[in-house]
Nanobody, 121 residues
Framework: QVQVVESGGGSVQAGGSLRLSCVVS????????MGWFRQAPGKERVGVAA????????YYDDSVKGRFTISQDNANYTVYLQMNSLKPEDTAMYYC??????????????WGKGTLVTISS
């Protein structure tokens, strides 16, 4: 059974940093993409960052460009999200997803249960 487990969330003040980790277990095949999504209270879930595991190309939402960095450890099916210069508007539940063949979007194959990030002003 495939499991996706996020960790690293927490509460920090604006301007601080957090590093989220996501581990995929129970899966030994290739993935096309692994990504991070977030859902703020009362809002829809949106994509934040993604990494295409084959070539290493990355995608960032405009709201996080220059502040967040996604990276991967292919050998361990792990992806990280380094979040710097955090803002109160970054407060959300952060989800990790893995897509086997398609892009990182709401149709991704495997999802974690999320890790909560709270940024205070």
């Amino acid at each position: 059974q495939v499991q996706v487990v996020e960790s690293g969330g927490g509460s920090v003040q604006a301007g601080g940093s957090l590093r989220l980790s996501c581990v995929v277990s129970g899966y030994t095949g290739n993935t096309n993409c692994m990504g991070w999504f977030r859902q703020a209270p009362g809002k829809e879930r949106v994509g934040v960052a993604a990494i295409y595991t084959g070539g290493g190309s990355t995608y960032y939402d405009d709201s996080v460009k220059g502040r967040f960095t996604i990276s991967q450890d292919n050998a361990n099916y792990t992806v990280y999200l380094q979040m710097n210069s955090l803002k109160p508007e970054d407060t959300a539940m952060y989800y990790c997803a893995a897509a086997v063949a398609g892009p990182c979007d709401e149709g991704s194959d495997y999802w974690g249960k999320g890790t909560l990030v709270t940024i205070s002003s």
